[in-house]
């Protein structure tokens, strides 16, 4: 399949903008000629702007189903006290449905890859192949708490069996290790994902200092932080993603180098805990990205929405500063308020559009070294995002990357190409997808499993 448009996203950050034709073939780009059209193409877009799919470093999709509930408990861990009484209802079948679900909304947000961390993870990317979607599984492993601790050999078997299977991998589907947490995984089982680690050469996806009872089960057990206990046991050695750290000090920041990426979800954090103070990770040189948790906790699900709190968070530290406090009590004056406004907003110095974007696009498509994503190039992944930039959202675009961060930009998404595939109908997308047969079908018997489960739950 061959696509041309006028404007296309190329390069890396810095990015230009200019005509090019993509060459596809089967799920990746084989090539990419720069420079007006020649020949005959399969998709001829125009002026419509063509960037990377976005990817999505840190997701539960299988998580739609509970999308909204989760606000009755805000006050206590909502995993424990809610999300695992829910999981441990749950059949592959039913996560596969609802993992379906969650994958459509996010191909309708400019999604092509997900970081997904779940139970039965075999099962999800058998329903992300179908749709499509291309995906880095972590099967869930626990073996002290949780919905996942007799089923951990089954999905440690998972996660090998989908690191060896060569048509996934061709479509776009590969394993990474997923030990959920510090205080789910003994030590026994880390010292497993290590050994698996050298056998598969995938990176760890694990959950990090995600609450406050995690941080104290840490103490409690080992007489030591979350992170000190993970640098102890050589897992720090390792390449890994890890999310949310909400309870990692700042001395511990410098234990992470360039293997290692903190992964905030500012919206989820927003709603079960408290932001990431993505600045501070910033000021200590550590790799960080953004991502959306899961719907449960986070009920929009639009990375985009993600990054336009991450371009705030730069002049956010002002409003909390001791120059602000200082104005409040008539001690101090606006421009002391607004010096500490301009260092905040140097400190992050990536939180500009393009530095955003390359966030959810080459930096998090080259987060596992098996697969090569969010950039247009050679032997990446044929995922695209087709964007209008006449709709009325995003109009006028004068600074296209921009409005992709800044601009409600979801409204102006024309199609999607996803593992080399034609998603739905060009400039139909939204309504020739929900519209769809198969849509459908997956819907109700998302519906009808759903339904079931919420009536055991009560």
């Known amino acids: 399949m061959r696509v041309f448009s006028r404007q296309v996203v190329l390069g890396g950050h810095p990015y230009r903008i200019g ?7 089967g799920s990746r780009i084989v090539g990419v000629s720069e420079g007006a059209r020649t020949g005959e ?5 125009g002026d419509k702007l063509v960037s990377p799919a976005f990817v999505d470093p840190h997701t539960h999709v299988a998580l739609h189903a509970l999308r909204g509930i989760g606000f009755a408990q805000t006050d206590g861990n909502v995993v424990e006290d809610l999300f695992y009484r829910f999981e441990r209802l749950l059949s592959a079948e039913d996560i596969a449905a609802f993992a379906r679900m969650g994958a ?56 090998i069996t989908i690191a060896r299977d060569a048509g996934l991998a061709e479509r776009g589907i590969v394993a990474a290790l997923g030990p959920h947490a510090t205080d789910t995984v003994s030590e026994s089982l880390w010292e497993r994902v290590l050994d698996e680690h050298d056998a598969l050469g995938v990176p760890i996806h694990a959950h990090l200092a995600q609450s406050v009872e995690e941080a104290e089960r840490a103490r409690d057990r080992h007489n030591r932080s979350c992170v000190g206990w993970l640098r102890d046991l050589g897992v720090l050695e390792v390449p890994a993603v890890f999310a949310h750290a909400l309870f990692v000090n700042s001395e511990e920041l410098e234990s992470f180098d360039e293997r290692h990426t903190l992964i905030a979800c500012p919206h989820a ?58 104005f409040l009590h008539q001690t101090g004056d606006a421009r002391g308020v607004w010096r500490a406004r301009t260092r905040a907003r140097h400190v992050l110095e990536e939180a500009t559009p393009a530095g955003l974007l390359h966030k959810v696009w080459g930096f998090a498509g080259g987060l596992h070294r098996g697969l090569r994503a969010g950039v247009i190039a050679e032997g990446a992944l044929a995922n695209l995002a087709v964007w209008d930039l006449e709709d009325v959202s995003v109009w006028p675009a004068h600074d296209p990357l921009a409005a992709l961060v800044y601009a409600d930009a979801e409204h102006a998404l024309h199609a999607m190409i996803v593992a080399g ?16 047969d198969t849509f459908r079908a997956h819907r109700a018997e998302a519906n009808d499993r759903l339904g079931r489960l919420l009536a055991q739950l009560d």
């Open 19 to 25: 005509p090019a034709t993509v060459e596809i073939e």
């Open 41 to 45: 193409v399969d998709l001829d877009l």
């Open 104 to 159: 459509y909304d996010r191909l309708l947000s400019g999604v092509g890859l997900v970081w997904d961390h779940y139970f039965h993870g075999e099962a999800i990317a058998r329903a992300l192949a179908e749709l499509p979607m291309t995906a880095v599984i972590a099967p869930t492993l626990q073996d002290l708490d949780g919905p996942g601790v007799d089923r951990w050999e089954a999905e440690l078997e998972a996660t």
């Open 269 to 326: 954090q927003l709603h079960f805990g408290f932001p990431a103070r993505i600045d501070l990770w910033q000021r200590a040189g550590v790799r960080w990205g953004v991502a959306t948790d899961a719907a449960a906790s986070n009920d929009s699900c639009s990375l985009r929405e993600e990054l336009r709190y991450a371009a705030g968070f730069a002049t956010a530290p002002a409003s909390f500063s001791d120059a602000y406090a200082a």
């Open 421 to 436: 595939q034609v998603v739905g109908t060009p400039g139909d997308l939204r309504r020739s997808i929900v519209t769809s």
